[in-house]
């Protein structure tokens, strides 16, 4: 296979990775993005069709250039998410090569020496910009493998038309869970588990604040009005907990062949298991490289920089990648800061 050389390499092709190559473009750091999915669009192109931003499109872009409105008041939908990102890609003229699968980052010299599936490439810096969306987690909970009806992870969730008549359970206690319980009520028996009491944030809250109050604890400014992990009380999840609908439970003991055995140790009837919890880093990319880790993922300064891998850097994944990072209005000023230091060294 061919090999090809580059200052910088960005893993990925999602929000984080087109905030990369902005910064990195304006920085004049020759780059390639490589992206293992067909389209433009990231994550976003695996999301269920009522999930919307929790912001106005204002408040929701990426650095360079405001996402265009959407009609009304509405917050903007996944369609409009990716057709804002694959238009942006044009607009910037972002040097993404897809499919490319990257397989391994290894040390080499200085730098780097990234294989692919169709070649490999040698690079001064690497940007891993893979996201979560493609390692849910599913919690170790008893009888998981026996039990015989659906299970799905939010990942995989595609509407409530498959789920009509049915006896759903939805586990976890965040966003996910919130908007997949909600969206399932009109057509679905809905019990809705989750580990402790759901904590919504104030109804006037949207992403604004929450991107806010995360940058205020990055300058040591207070604690706000809640963690990013709260529930936004999205309309139509406002409109459901305000009616009674939308009622929380204790999360469930285990799974049984037919159902679900809840806190009191009754086992009663499941058609199917949403589970709403959560993602991993998807970073197998990186096991060529001794990168030091603290809880399962890699220890950075609070910010995308590896500190023990000079010219690594993570983006986008969580806080401890940097506060907010693993949102559109969040991850310009993390882009930036890589950006930055790849231009310096």
Not at 76 to 98: C, F, K, N, Q, S
Not at 153 to 182: C, D, E, M
Not at 299 to 317: A, E, I, K, N, R
Request: charged share 25%; hydrophobic share 40%; glycine share 14%.
């Amino acid at each position: 296979m061919s090999r090809t050389d580059t200052d910088a390499l960005v893993v990925g092709g999602g929000q984080a990775a087109l905030a990369a190559s902005y910064y990195l473009r304006r920085q004049g750091v020759e780059h390639v993005l490589l992206d293992a999915a067909p389209d433009p669009g990231g994550a976003w192109r695996h999301t269920w069709p009522s999930l919307r931003l929790f912001s106005p499109a204002a408040y929701s872009s990426l650095p360079g250039w405001r996402m265009p409105p959407t009609e009304g008041e509405e917050n903007p939908d996944a369609g409009h998410v990716i057709d804002y990102l694959t238009r942006y890609e044009e607009r910037y003229d972002v040097p993404v090569r897809r499919p490319v699968r990257v397989l391994d980052v290894r040390r080499r010299g200085e730098g780097f020496e990234v294989s692919t599936d169709s070649g490999s490439w040698r690079a001064r810096a690497v940007v891993g910009a893979t996201g979560t969306w493609s390692r849910p987690f599913v919690p170790a909970v008893p009888g998981l493998a026996d039990f015989r009806g659906l299970q799905l992870h939010s990942g995989g969730y595609a509407g409530p038309r498959a789920f009509a008549g049915k006896r759903v359970l939805v586990v976890g206690g965040a966003n996910s869970g919130a908007q997949i319980a909600t969206d399932l009520l009109p057509v679905a028996e809905v019990t809705w588990a989750t580990l402790g009491e759901p904590r919504y944030l104030p109804d006037h809250v949207d992403g604004r604040e929450l991107f806010r109050v995360a940058s205020a604890r990055l300058r040591g400014e207070g604690e706000g009005v809640g963690s990013l992990g709260d529930i936004v009380a999205v309309p139509p999840v406002r409109e459901a907990r305000d009616r009674g609908s939308l009622v929380p439970g204790p999360m469930v003991r285990g799974l049984t062949r037919d159902g679900a055995v809840g806190a009191d140790g009754v086992e009663r009837p499941v058609d199917a298991v949403i589970w709403c919890t959560g993602f991993r880093p998807e970073l197998s990319w990186l096991s060529g490289i001794e990168v030091p880790r603290r809880e399962g993922r890699p220890v950075t300064d609070g910010t995308p920089v590896v500190p023990d891998v000079p010219g690594l850097f993570l983006l986008g994944y969580g806080d401890w990648c940097g506060a907010a990072s693993a949102t559109l209005i969040g991850v310009g000023q993390w882009a930036r800061l890589a950006a930055e230091r790849i231009r310096a060294a």
